[in-house]
């Protein structure tokens, strides 16, 4: 075990990792990022940037995106925390099961859960038609190839994260806190209120980040279940990618996304950590 | 090898740094066929940093190492041909006790048969026959230990490294199994470096004793000499217990040489070889030698007269504080002798010569370090 | 805690699960309709639709192309990915910190952003709509997952364990095999179904580097689907939700799926 053969040791066993980092990520971020910067007449310029900054039609792309990413964020916050509660609180068997239940649909393939909500959600889909067998619409109600679709189909491909971010947080809560607060006569919601929402906020962070960071740069559920007439960020990039074939502006936009999500993820962690967080929950 | 005799581990001028912090400096040690060493010392004093040198481990940045006379330095541990124990056990957790002791056998390709029979032979040895199906979680933390000495023994290994294999065990299992240890030594034979902070396991186990610190070595002695006669600072404080006296040296008319307190107290010295009049030193006492007695003594000893502070009844023994012109002084004595009480006046005296004298050093601003 | 009885907090927790699995509970039921449109809840039952599948070439062929992919792709990540996660757990060396954060990077970057950057070097480089660049891409997103279960298995590793073998007179490579590798079998193994999981399903990297002849299932479901649906989708769908089950079964028999997420709360000692 002389140093030189740690040192080798250590080459060898890294050596293909690093390898296939620095060829197949690396490298071609790095090229990509150039492209971004060509003008159309072959030179380096900021054209394909200003080109999106200088129409307001880019500008409500942009927007609609980070509302659909903040609704989405919120809406899986709402709807997991009582999920991720309900297993902080049990133990044994039943949370092993909620956590199967929780992840599992997660890792089968998006385009299939697309396609069951798609069928969910559909003019002659599970709920207009339960709905108009109860004779309660006429009419089948729009909800699929809109924003609405969009973000129901996020929110089931991005719950399991804003899930686990939260039951992460609320595993560490010590059980005496609760019991501490009600010998101090707080009852139940204000136990949840004052104890275990609070203590819960990296959680919150956390997911909220990961979900709007996720939701913006994904184009497969836009494409499915908004249709041609839900227009985010990341299916105009993958228009002009693939089907423009305008790689400076393509590669312009998905790097305007990915400076979006920074900014964004900046300011609301920004705003989440009081001097109070920071003293809680900071290293 | 300058001398004639060949040792079964021989260090010469070791030395290790980590980013250059010297974790180990010169050492030199030598230990002898059939011998028991120990090497004892607080946490960072260098002592595993230099058990893994001798396995191979860790290379040294400088001096060498010899395995009966054979120069080892930058031969992998594998064809070290050593046995080790470690503290956390280390076991293979995915194989059985006999699976687990037969690894090294394996290694060195022994055949079946004999395994089999040597396996058998070293787990007798360590009391665990019949266990030899179990995994080791299913053992206790003994019984997990005698296996990994028993995985260690099994391979005849030329020398037996332990490092601190006690340390991770309840204090009555420890006291066990150091009797275990000391009992398979005697039985086997096998020349053993062992590494402790606890110097209670050090003094019980060892033929000599390395005492370590900063990566030196402080003394080197059998567990008499480096109890009864600590040499250094170091090892006054760090084995045992000792009485701390702080004053200046001063030299009477008939050349008698007292240490003076800055509370008065005066303590005769047995030489002047190494202190001059005016130079400021620590007297170091051992508890056990300073002897107390209700009415002073004749002759030319150290005396103090004093009360007594506080008494602490340990079994065989009793510990007296006695305060005398703003000192304390720990005393220990058989119960076999006189008791006293709290607040008694008592003298107490030690033979001068069981004394060590240190200078203290000067800083460069020319205040004392303590 | 004892057993939940009746509680508001559950019911809410297991309605919002029933949404999440909803679409599982349209699409398999529908897949055996003897009808001829895609309908639920479905009419009568039949295995008609997945006879269909048959005559459809491209189906089949995708469905072989994805499943030769996703396996290349596990085992060639699963030797990678540990052997970085056993350098980054057993050694310290400087800029480990930054090596670790840049080996699990692939993950952090959308894949949206991945694919369009790999498209463009691969057509640069010729390797663009083939089996090879597809290969190193599903490497790429998958290696930091089998990294991450490795280094999480090797977590609270006693290398002292290595140590006792190597004095034993075992050689290094001796004992990698004998000792360290039966060790960490379970998260080597996981990791390694989780990177076929990961490649088998994977569309928002596979769409920019598929072409019309190597194409995966996931990509042929995604066109189909945006210009019908049928009851024999349903069937496709079906049997992709089985394949992907079957590794997810192995991993919670092996290892945990909540490891796999950072969920323990006791990590076992290996």
């Not at chain 1, 300011?267 to 967080?277: D, L």
């Not at chain 2, 217990?241 to 005769?268: D, K, P, Y």
């Not at chain 2, 009049?277 to 103090?304: C, F, K, M, W």
């Amino acid at each position: 075990m002389t140093i030189f053969s740690r040192r080798a040791a250590i080459a060898v066993l890294l050596a293909p990792a690093l390898v296939l980092l620095l060829g197949v990520f690396i490298l071609p971020m790095f090229s990509m990022f150039v492209t971004s910067l060509t003008s159309p007449e072959g030179g380096l310029g900021l054209d394909s940037y200003a080109r999106f900054f200088t129409d307001g039609y880019y500008w409500g792309v942009l927007g609609k995106t980070a509302t659909i990413g903040a609704i989405t964020a919120v809406a899986t916050l709402v709807l997991g925390y009582p999920v991720a509660l309900f297993m902080a609180r049990s133990d044994g068997w039943v949370r092993g099961v909620i956590t199967f239940v929780v992840i599992v649909p997660h890792l089968v393939s998006v385009v299939i859960r697309n396609f069951g909500w798609l069928m969910v959600l559909g003019d002659n889909g599970v709920i207009n038609s339960a709905l108009m067998s109860l004779g309660w619409i006429q009419r089948p109600l729009q909800l699929l190839y809109n924003e609405f679709g969009t973000i129901v189909g996020f929110v089931d491909s991005f719950i399991a994260y804003m899930i686990l971010a939260l039951a992460a947080s609320l595993y560490n809560e010590d059980p005496n806190l609760a019991r501490a607060g009600s010998i101090l006569g707080a009852g139940r919601l204000r136990r949840f209120l004052t104890i275990t929402l609070p203590l819960s906020l990296p959680g919150i962070l956390s997911g909220l980040v990961l979900v709007f960071s996720l939701v913006i740069s994904s184009f497969i559920t836009p494409i499915l279940l908004g249709g041609p007439r839900v227009t985010v960020m990341a299916t105009l990039t993958y228009q002009q990618i693939l089907i423009t074939l305008d790689w400076p502006f393509g590669t312009a936009i998905s790097f305007i996304l990915l400076a979006t999500t920074l900014l964004v993820v900046t300011v609301v962690t920004r705003a989440f950590e009081t001097k109070r967080y920071k003293e809680v929950f900071g290293a | 090898m300058t001398g004639s005799r060949v040792y079964d581990v021989e260090l010469t001028g070791i030395t290790k740094r980590y980013h250059e912090k010297i974790v180990v400096e010169d050492f030199n040690l030598g230990v002898q066929r059939g011998e028991f060493v120990s090497l004892l010392g607080p946490s960072g004093c260098g002592k595993t940093t230099t058990l893994n040198m001798i396995a191979g481990f860790i290379d040294p940045d400088g001096g060498s190492i010899s395995l009966k006379g054979r120069v080892i330095n930058g031969i992998p541990p594998h064809k070290r041909g050593l046995g080790m124990v470690f503290q956390t056990y280390s076991l293979f957790p995915h194989m059985s006790v006999r699976e687990n002791v037969a690894y090294g056998l394996k290694t060195h390709r022994v055949p079946k048969a004999e395994i089999i029979e040597r396996v058998d032979r070293v787990l007798a040895l360590v009391r665990l026959e019949g266990y030899g199906d179990r995994i080791p979680k299913h053992l206790s933390g003994g019984q997990r230990q005698r296996v990994a000495i028993a995985r260690a023994l099994v391979t005849d290994p030329q020398i037996l490294l332990l490092d601190e294999p006690l340390s991770n065990l309840d204090a009555k299992l420890r006291e066990e199994l150091r009797e275990e240890l000391k009992r398979l030594h005697n039985e086997t034979g096998i020349t053993t470096v062992f590494v402790t902070h606890d110097q209670e396991e050090a003094l019980s186990l060892s033929d000599r004793i390395v005492v370590m610190n900063l990566g030196a070595i402080e003394q080197i002695g059998t567990p008499k000499e480096i109890y009864g006669s600590p040499r250094t600072e170091f090892v006054h404080t760090f084995i045992g217990r000792s009485n701390r006296f702080s004053g200046t040296v001063t030299v009477a008319r008939n050349q008698q040489v007292h240490v003076t307190t800055a509370g008065g107290l005066g303590i005769e010295l047995a030489s002047v070889a190494d202190v001059i009049g005016g130079d400021e030193v620590n007297v170091y006492v051992r508890p056990e030698a300073v002897t107390i007695s209700a009415a002073p003594l004749d002759g030319h000893l150290t005396q103090i007269d004093g009360r007594i502070q506080a008494m602490t009844f340990l079994g065989a023994i009793t510990e007296y504080t006695v305060a005398s012109h703003g000192e304390k002084i720990l005393v220990r004595v058989q119960n076999e002798s006189d008791r006293f009480q709290l607040d008694d006046p008592v003298t107490c005296w030690w033979d001068p010569r069981d004394a060590l004298v240190v200078p203290r050093k000067v800083a460069a601003d020319g205040t004392l370090a303590a | 805690m004892t057993r939940p009885k009746f509680s508001w907090l559950g019911l809410v927790a297991v309605c919002v699960l029933i949404g999440t699995v909803l679409p599982f509970l349209v699409i398999i039921p529908s897949s055996f309709t003897s009808g001829a449109y895609l309908t639920f809840p479905p009419q009568g039952f039949s295995l008609e639709w997945y006879a269909r599948i048959l005559d459809r070439p491209e189906f089949v062929h995708a469905f072989g192309f994805s499943l030769q992919l996703a396996s290349v792709t596990a085992v060639l990540a699963t030797i990678i990915g540990t052997l970085a996660a056993i350098a980054m757990s057993k050694y310290s060396f400087p800029g480990k910190a930054a090596v670790n954060g840049a080996l699990l990077s692939p993950l952090v970057l959308p894949a949206l952003i991945l694919g369009i950057a790999l498209l463009m070097l691969f057509s640069r480089i010729g390797i663009a709509g083939t089996f090879i660049g597809l290969l190193l891409a599903h490497l790429l997103i998958t290696v930091p997952f089998v990294i991450r279960l490795v280094l999480t298995g090797l977590s609270g590793f006693d290398y002292n364990i290595e140590k006792a073998a190597s004095i034993l007179g075992a050689s290094p490579l001796r004992v990698f095999w004998t000792v360290t590798i039966p060790l960490i079998k379970p998260a080597i193994f996981s990791g390694g179904i989780f990177a076929f999981l990961v490649s088998f399903d994977n569309v928002t990297i596979s769409l920019f580097l598929v072409s019309n002849k190597q194409t995966t299932l996931p990509i042929v479901i995604f066109n189909y689907i945006q210009d019908s649906l049928d009851p024999m989708i349903a069937a496709v769908s079906t049997i992709v939700i089985v394949v992907s089950l079957v590794p997810i079964v192995l991993i919670e028999r092996f290892y945990g799926l909540s490891k796999l997420f950072g969920l323990s709360e006791r990590s076992e000692t290996p």
